[in-house]
């Protein structure tokens, strides 16, 4: 399974970007995908996930109610619509997937697979 991420750049305070993350390869119904975050000289911290088939998320406390996750099941691709960004959102978001197994969807050990990160700066 390999990840493609893509959908960073610079915006103001208050703005909005969309990340994608193009899946290719095998996955289940039932496996999880998600986006992580790193922000300079910080760990890298789980931000959103969704099953596979699109039944269910999980969002940090952090940014739910601004970041939505969604899946294109047709396009293999997966969504992060990020509105009201602040300051603090800005970091290297990560694309992430894993095989269905029951371990908390936060633990980023327990993904497999990883997309190369895209950039996200906010500007104050």
């Known amino acids: 399974v390999q990840l493609q991420a893509s959908g960073g750049g610079l915006v103001q305070a208050g703005g909005s970007l969309r990340l994608s993350c193009v899946v290719s390869g095998r996955t289940f119904d039932n496996s999880v995908m998600g986006w992580f975050r790193q922000a300079p000289g910080k760990e890298r911290e789980f931000v959103a996930g969704?099953?596979?088939?699109?039944?269910?998320?999980n969002y940090a406390s952090s940014i739910k109610d601004r970041f939505t996750i969604s899946i294109d099941n047709a396009k293999n691709t997966v969504h992060l619509q990020m509105n009201s960004l602040k300051p603090e959102d800005t970091a290297v978001y990560y694309c992430?997937?894993?095989?269905?197994?029951?371990?908390?969807?936060?633990?980023?050990?327990?993904?497999?697979?990883w997309g190369q990160g895209t950039l996200v700066t906010v500007s104050s």
């Open positions: 992430a997937g894993r095989r269905p197994k029951l371990i908390a969807w936060t633990r980023l050990d327990s993904y497999d697979y």
């Open positions: 969704i099953i596979r088939s699109g039944t269910s998320t």
